[in-house]
């Protein structure tokens, strides 16, 4: 009698934990087919590299813990052509060839910059050799020292990082060395457009 009663007492305890067993295993079969889940576990198995995805943690009040992802930005690469990227390494040289790598880099940017915007012409060859009433916008190309520079590494290191997408320019549109330039010319610069920022021997502006 007293065998009968354990052996029906372990029977229904079995029954009871298979029950709850195919119970867990119907929502675990149903969580794993929501669109939620899906979307969670394509996240999380996706290489880091092709995702180009940048995760923040964040904690929350109930102490759950909340994944947000957010698209990194790549940075903008510049193509010219053959021609128009030698015009641009020699007007760097010729304007900054004493300057540093960043020095080089604003200059640089300041050509580029005027390529983009509508007051000024499309291509770096036509903004370099651009004429103003008959006078030269870099004075490099009115003295004859755009003809003479020999482009070093550090000036072709410097284009390149700003065609590879290093903005240091704040965009700005002109520059002016104080020390050399004519008394009126850094006048019109004064009272026309607006200073941002100097580095070594050049004042940037917009």
């Known amino acids: 009698m007293y065998k009968k009663y ?19 295993e119907l929502k675990i079969n149903h969580i794993m087919t929501t669109p939620a889940f899906k979307m969670n576990m394509e996240i ?4 880091e590299v092709r995702t180009s995805y940048k995760r923040i943690s964040e904690t929350v009040s109930s102490g759950q813990r ?3 992802y957010c698209l990194l930005q790549e940075p903008e690469v510049i193509i ?7 015009v641009l390494l020699r007007i760097v040289e010729a304007e900054a060839g004493g300057e540093d790598t960043e020095g080089k880099m604003m200059v640089a940017g300041v050509v580029l910059n005027r390529v983009a915007n509508e007051n000024f012409p499309d291509t770096v060859k036509d903004v370099v050799f651009q004429r103003e009433n008959g006078t030269a916008q870099f004075s490099p190309v009115y003295s004859g020292r755009y003809d003479r520079v020999v482009v070093s590494e550090d000036t072709i290191e410097a284009v390149n990082r700003v065609l590879a997408g290093e903005d240091l320019s704040e965009g700005a549109l002109f520059f002016v060395s104080r020390r050399y330039a004519a008394s009126n010319k850094v006048r019109w610069f004064d009272e026309h457009l607006t200073f941002l920022f100097s580095h070594g021997g050049h004042e940037f502006f917009h």
Request: glycine letters at 0%; a negative charge; proline letters at 3%.
């Open 44 to 47: 999380a198995l996706a290489p």
């Open 80 to 86: 010219l052509s053959q021609e128009d990227y030698e």
């Open 6 to 24: 354990v052996l029906a007492l372990v029977l229904f305890n079995l029954v009871i934990i298979l029950a709850a067993v195919n119970v867990a």
């Open 66 to 68: 909340v994944i947000n």
